[in-house]
């Protein structure tokens, strides 16, 4: 197992423009969380999955922000018109259930 | 709203000293992880410790989680410039469906 692998690695974006990011965990594992990380400070929770279905969204999720997860394997988390406020690393996690939960390498969103 | 800070937040020392990170809270958490991070790249996984008082060892890295469960210490033995990187504690509330990260603890080893 290769462990949790995020895609791209690296996005540069305009303001008002759409992104897509791309999340596949350890195949085992049944929960998946993306997490938002912004210099020097820790991750932040976004929202997490069991299996196809999104259980808990982060205040952080705006209406902008719409993650899936079909057939409850890898994950997207789009983001809507955005914002220079949206740059940041986005970190994906998966688990199986409630164990701990490993990280992928990110995808670095830089917004112009 | 379930908080952790951790201190120091910069640390610089020399090759071979030893040093003690922080995790503090408020608020009791079901398990705590510490985590690792390479600039560029996710955090890596170095530890859980569940019960309060528990104490486990990983080469020269101490972790200890606090009798109350709502603090925990890292503590590095001669520390080598390898062990540079972001160290981050993160919690789990009993629900266990997120983790609460601290504000990490970015630490220097000069050879």
């Known amino acids: 197992d290769t462990g949790v692998s995020q895609d791209p690695r690296h996005k540069i974006t305009k303001r008002g423009q759409n992104v897509t990011f791309r999340c596949d965990p350890i195949?085992?594992?049944?929960?998946l969380y993306w997490y938002r990380q912004t210099l020097g400070q820790g991750p932040e929770f976004l929202t997490y999955?069991?299996?196809?279905?999104?259980?808990?969204k982060s205040r952080l999720l705006s209406d902008r922000f719409s993650a899936e997860r079909p057939k409850g394997s890898f994950s997207t988390l789009e983001i809507q018109r955005t914002e220079q406020g949206d740059s940041a690393m986005y970190l994906c996690?998966?688990?199986?259930?409630?164990?701990?939960?490993?990280f992928g390498p990110g995808t670095r969103l830089t917004v112009l | 709203t379930q908080l952790l800070e951790q201190s120091p937040q910069f640390l610089s020392i020399q090759e071979g000293e030893n040093l003690t990170v922080y995790c503090n809270s408020s608020?009791?958490?079901?398990?705590l992880q510490w985590y690792r991070q390479e600039p560029g790249e996710g955090p890596v996984l170095l530890v859980t410790?569940?019960?309060?008082?528990e104490v486990k060892k990983l080469k020269r890295l101490t972790f200890q989680f606090g009798d109350a469960r709502k603090d925990s210490s890292l503590h590095i033995t001669a520390a080598q410039p390898g062990d540079t990187g972001l160290y981050l504690c993160?919690?789990?509330?009993?629900?266990?469906?997120?983790?609460?990260f601290g504000g990490g603890t970015r630490l220097m080893v000069k050879p």
């Open positions: 410790v569940v019960t309060g008082g």
């Open positions: 195949s085992e594992h049944n929960r």
């Open positions: 999955f069991q299996n196809e279905a999104q259980l808990e």
């Open positions: 993160a919690g789990t509330d009993n629900a266990g469906n997120m983790l609460t």
């Open positions: 608020s009791v958490f079901s398990s």
């Open positions: 996690a998966s688990s199986y259930h409630r164990l701990e939960q490993f």
